[in-house]
């Protein structure tokens, strides 16, 4: 079993809906979480980190669930310029590698 | 200000050679990292270097995978005797102590490919 899993998409989605991508994570252990922004042939670039109270930054709301291990990210009011894969993060206690899942990959069309 | 660099930006060579990728992090990062991407999954991380050290190298594949940064800031990742299944993207992050959560900034990467 992967240490963080997503769903792969893709999920093509018209401009303004609103989307959510979710995330599960194996280790108890994991201490930090993120998500990350990919788009293709680029490096990854943190979009936000999740904390347990949950967080909002403009259209982008990310929530975390301990008890289920789950992670989630909303997108609301969706851009063209969304279109990219998301990568769901894990950083587990005491080490300072990060733990990526394989990506869900949005397109957002006109 | 300047972000992560690699280069070079693509390499190919033919299985068996020897090859050196390149990491500049962000001016002042004590934290350095290599991770390999493959097509379609996420990054895996490689190794770890705090400073001149490397702080955590579990996830180096074999023992042809060696990485170093003696002075603290330039890294280079050796790959000797390389094989097809080594065709990926390498990428190289920094961070510092001092941002919160040590956010990792990632390079643009090394794109490998192995004939």
């Known amino acids: 079993r992967k240490e963080v899993e997503q769903d792969p998409g893709p999920f093509n989605v018209p401009e303004g809906a609103t989307v959510a991508f979710n995330c599960t994570y194996s280790n108890s252990a994991s201490q930090s979480f993120f998500w990350y922004r990919q788009d293709c042939r680029k490096e990854p670039k943190l979009l936000m980190s999740?904390?347990?109270s949950g967080n909002e930054d403009g259209r982008f709301t990310a929530q975390l669930n301990r008890a289920s291990q789950y992670i989630s990210l909303l997108i609301r009011d969706s851009k063209l310029s969304d279109s990219a894969t998301y990568l769901c993060?894990?950083?587990?206690?005491?080490?300072?590698?990060?733990?990526f899942g394989t990506g869900t990959r949005l397109q957002v069309f006109p | 200000g300047a972000g992560v660099s690699q280069t070079p930006s693509n390499k190919v060579t033919e299985k068996g050679k020897y090859v050196e990728l390149r990491c500049d992090p962000i001016?002042?990062?004590?934290?350095l990292y290599w991770y390999r991407q493959s097509l379609g999954q996420g990054p895996e991380f490689l190794i770890y270097?705090?400073?001149?050290?490397?702080?955590?190298d579990s996830g180096l594949p074999n023992d042809r995978f060696f990485a170093v940064r003696p002075e603290g800031s330039v890294s280079t990742l050796k790959i000797q005797r390389t094989e097809r299944g080594d065709s990926a993207v390498y990428l190289c992050?920094?961070?510092?102590?001092?941002?919160?959560?040590?956010?990792?900034?990632f390079g643009p990467g090394t794109r490998l490919t192995v004939l």
């Open positions: 992050a920094s961070s510092s102590d001092r941002d919160p959560g040590d956010t990792q900034y």
């Open positions: 270097f705090q400073g001149t050290g490397a702080a955590d």
């Open positions: 999740v904390y347990s």
């Open positions: 993060v894990v950083n587990l206690y005491n080490t300072d590698k990060l733990i």
């Open positions: 001016s002042g990062h004590t934290a």
